[in-house]
């Protein structure tokens, strides 16, 4: 840059004002006729698309907001069975366990909590997965949209399911406010639904499951195996509960974004989310 | 309806897949002819508006695809050289499920889903799983999705690729029957797909639009440029090194070749009628005819 610019002073200061006098007498003999009226509007009329309408806008992001709600009714149907009945029976399950084991409860919420949610997100991509994706693009409903609403269902189900734990757990956690147990799986499942959704945009069904399960493990063995660390987020102070939790939903909405990107456009799109 | 193809260029890093593509299209089938990878899926997705063009732009009836969003998906149908399906589902599952995603209201869903599903011949297994059905099957069934909102632009990516010929004739006939007042894009490197039902052919060679014109116009450039030659096994060899060879065919007389070349290629050989496969042949390379 600095080096353009000092050219260009070199360049000014060796013509004479002689120089530019001649330019300017040549430049006069050339004619630049004004475009009449209908030249102007028509290139007004063409460039009229290319502005955005914010009014308009907002309103299409409100019926896009309840076209994804009604869209999810539709999407539910098309959410495997087995994934419904399968995190339900792993919920069943790890109430019993807790209940006969004797666990402490809350470390089977905070162990639960992602659970539904990350394996739900194969459910979310099942369109990439199967080949779909570049046919859902062209729709009017497009690919992200689908996964939204997908996305949208399984959350739901996610913390419909985390809530009924909650509440079957209260009679054994007396001493702690409810506020306190949402709070105890809530902030872990946020990060953790962020990172598996980092995660699943990465990499295909396969190899994100073994990827964020081993991780999962590995979370809960640990959290297990060495009380102090599951104490730490257990009596963690309520105010960093909340600021992980807002830093969790934070990364969560960045990661949404970015799946909005990514899909939106097919340049975005890896060739090995739409070959099957 | 006009579909105007402006200065379109894509640029993938340092590699243009799409250069300075220009083209006016209106009701009517076009075929995009090209070996593979000439950039045609390229120019094909930004067609369906699911690829943004690098330079230029889409204008339908003078109105930037880009910014028409829901208004040019209504219109449009768009088949992919390769998609996936729902196995589980069955077909008529699987098209009310796409006939939602193009926003279609259910009760009209019903009958088009019926409707399309007739079209592709695909009635008798509307109730089949997707999972059992051959490879044309499927193809038919994804022709049947593009076709769901009765598209005016539809936009077909080396439909027949996988198709038997009986299914390849029943594709093209089915392409003319729908074409009449709507714009039908497809792309092929099989010549024979598109011989009689184009209305204009658009050669595309290395992203570059090289040739636009009716199928009677191509077949008059290389008027005179088709030759038959008859050749020993000895000179075959040397033959298909200098020239560009179609078909051969063996006969009592020796072996039979099809060379396309601007002057006489040697001194027996006789001018013959010219077809598509010539013309093809013509404009790209030897290696890009093996599949017509």
Known sequence: MANRKKNTDEFVDMMESKEFDEIEKKLNYYFVQYPDEHKIDATIDTLRQYVPDKKKQSTKLVERFWALLKHSGREFSLISKSYWLSSIILFIFGYLITNYGAYNPLFTLVILAPIPFIFGLIEVFKGREQGLLEMEMACKFSAHEIMLSRMLLVGVFNITLNTMLTIGFLPQVETISILEILLVWFTPFTIFAAFALWLSMKFRGAVFVMTFLSLWVSFSALVVSYPAWGNFILNMHIAFHFLFMGIGIIMFVIQMKQLVKKYYYYEEVGNIEVTH | MRLLIDNVSKKFKDKWAIKYFSAELTEGVYALLGPNGAGKTTLMRMLADISMPSTGRILLNDKDISLMGDDYRDILGYLPQEFGLYKNFTAVRFLMYFASLKGLDKKFAIDKVEEVLDLV???????????????????????????????????????????????????????????????????????????YIAKEVLLLKQGELIQRSTLGNLLEQVKGKVWSVNVTQAVLPEIQRQFKIGNIQRNESGIECRIVHDEKPVENAVAVHATLEDVYLYFFDKGAIKDV
């Open chain 2, 121 to 195: 011949n695909l009635t008798k297994d509307r109730k089949r799983k997707i999972g059992t059905f051959s490879g044309g099957m499927k193809r038919r069934l994804g022709i049947a999705q593009a076709l769901l909102n009765d598209p005016k632009i539809l936009i077909v990516d080396e439909p027949t690729a996988g198709l038997d010929p009986q299914e390849r004739i029943r594709f093209r006939n089915l392409l003319s029957e729908i074409a009449g007042d709507r714009i039908v894009f497809l792309s092929t490197h099989i010549v024979s797909d598109i011989e």
